[in-house]
């Protein structure tokens, strides 16, 4: 793994792996500010492929078919992500394509794709279990960037006019922390040739404050076709590089994420039938993370259900966790990160992730032995500081 600095002082860092036949290559930008109106930015997003001076809109489209690159930009909280997957021999297209379309997007088809993002979230939200997730997001999160949820768009996204949409692109490209990551068996000095004419990256100092300290809340929506009923519980807890940080990847399979042999799982669905599905996620952001709990029940089974959550975190609370079952959670744990970190795509992205978080490219190494240095009063700890009253409660039924 090679680390160095391109003229416009992108950190960046090749990864040779070889005989690979694809070649994978992540370049993020910082988001400095919070959006002007909710929505912006995933309407910025969703333009960055729609022509550029040299291409139109359908131009682009074919020749990134025809030539097998898998171009997208993805829009993150907390930064702009740009990502191809090419075959090596395309290389250098793919990349002189991807600096065209970073230096020269004209944004076109505004009002069209405008029309085309709310018909998607409405169609989104006819999904019981997406309105739920909606509700705690805007609720968990409010008054904060991090809530902009499908209704918080679609409430907003009307007040943006073409220009908020160029202003705020312009804002991330000449404002912004920039990292890139290549991972394959290619050539890494190309980069320069189409990559120095970006603005340079600087040492930027991010606007989103922090949220609010969060107080128990109930929130509830009714839906008349509803067959069941969606529960999402959750607290904020410490984010990616925290101390705690490992804790709650832990707890987090120990509690819902590893299916059949979660705790939540065999307790709420298998001893009680309360759910098919019922699963814990650890989501995190640059300045706050939420660890929520999530199930689907019969009406009948709401209180039930609500104080099976109660009865497992007051267990995690109170019990320590046994050496086999900690010990299952890390093998766990380190063996979806090892799938999950398999071809070069996906090695670009997580290295490129870590490194727009503030965390080396190689933070993975790190962690995993900080993983395995959690201890049952690690876990024990965290469960008593963090599950406290002081949480989300969001709640559908028909």
């Not at 000449?174 to 190309?190: H, I, R, W």
Request: charged share 25%.
């Amino acid at each position: 793994m090679e680390e160095f600095i391109l003229q416009n002082n992108i950190r960046a860092c090749f990864k040779q792996n070889k005989n690979t036949p694809r070649v994978a290559m992540t370049l993020n930008f910082s988001i400095v500010k919070p959006e002007k109106f909710a929505g912006e930015y995933s309407l910025m997003n969703r333009l960055l492929l729609k022509g550029t001076q040299k291409y139109s809109s359908e131009e682009l489209a074919s020749i990134l078919d025809e030539n097998a690159i898998e171009l997208c930009t993805e829009m993150k909280s907390d930064y702009l992500r740009f990502r191809f997957v090419c075959l090596n021999e395309d290389f250098e297209l793919a990349l002189s394509i991807l600096s065209d379309i970073i230096l020269n997007s004209t944004f076109e088809e505004f009002e069209k794709e405008k029309e085309k993002l709310k018909g998607e979230l409405l169609a989104e939200l006819d999904s019981a279990k997406v309105k739920v997730s909606d509700l705690f997001t805007k609720t968990i999160y409010k008054n904060h960037y991090y809530g902009h949820s499908y209704t918080e768009v679609l409430a907003e996204i009307d007040n943006v006019v073409k220009d908020d949409v160029i202003n705020a692109y312009k804002e991330i490209l000449n404002n912004s922390s920039k990292t890139l990551v290549l991972v394959g068996d290619t050539d890494e000095s190309l980069l320069g040739k189409y990559l120095d004419s970006i603005p340079d990256s600087k040492d930027v100092v991010t606007e989103i404050e922090a949220p609010a300290p969060l107080k128990q809340e109930y929130s509830e929506l009714l839906k008349d076709d509803a067959n069941q009923a969606q529960i999402l519980q959750g607290w904020r807890v410490p984010t990616i590089g925290s101390d705690e940080y490992p804790v709650f990847m832990l707890l987090n399979v120990i509690l819902g994420a590893s299916g059949l042999s979660s705790r939540l799982f065999r307790e709420l669905r298998e001893k009680k039938g309360l759910a098919y599905t019922v699963r814990t996620a650890y989501e995190t952001h640059l300045k706050s993370a939420v660890f929520s709990i999530y199930i689907g029940t019969e009406p009948v089974n709401i209180e039930t259900s609500i104080n099976g959550f109660k009865e497992e975190i007051e267990k995690i609370k109170n019990i320590p966790v046994g050496e086999e079952e900690l010990h299952n959670a890390k093998n766990n744990l380190l063996g979806k990160q090892q799938f999950m970190s398999e071809t070069n795509s996906q090695q670009a992205n997580l290295m490129a992730y870590y490194s727009i978080m503030g965390k080396p490219f190689g933070y993975r190494c790190e962690l995993r032995e900080l993983i395995n240095e959690v201890t049952p009063d690690d876990i024990q700890a965290c469960a008593k500081k963090y599950f406290t009253d002081d949480y989300v409660l969001s709640v559908l039924r028909p």
